[in-house]
């Protein structure tokens, strides 16, 4: 059985920096994609960022430049760095891997506040 966890998530100020994880076991074999989505209260999940397999890697522009995400192939697991934090990144974080079909965690809170 596949399950994908997230962790990392928090609060904090303005400006400040989190890093999320986010650990996808049970899957037989490399996972292909995997990445961060995110919703806000009231508004639609978007997309945050996405690493390929090998390593090719998209951002929202909205994230571009405070973001980075990366990965560990061998322990299909992804991070995600987020820097010079702004309240409109408060949302619930989802990670998300693909291999066959696309897995999702329960989310991760994360709270931009002073």
């Known amino acids: 059985q596949v399950h994908v966890v997230e962790s990392g998530g928090g609060l904090v100020q303005p400006g400040g920096s989190l890093r999320l994880s986010c650990a996808a076991s049970?899957?037989?074999?490399?996972?292909?994609?995997m990445g961060w989505y995110r919703q806000a209260p009231g508004k639609e999940r978007e997309l945050v960022a996405t690493?390929?397999?090998?390593?090719?890697?998209n951002y929202a522009d909205s994230v571009k430049g405070r973001f980075t995400i990366s990965r560990d192939n061998p322990k299909n697991t992804v991070y995600l760095q987020m820097s010079s934090l702004r309240p409109e990144d408060t949302a619930v974080y989802f990670c998300?891997?693909?291999?066959?079909?696309?897995?999702w965690g329960q989310g991760t809170q994360v709270t931009v506040a002073s």
């Open positions: 998300y891997a693909v291999l066959l079909r696309q897995y």
């Open positions: 049970g899957l037989i074999g490399r996972a292909g994609a």
């Open positions: 690493i390929g397999a090998g390593g090719s890697t």
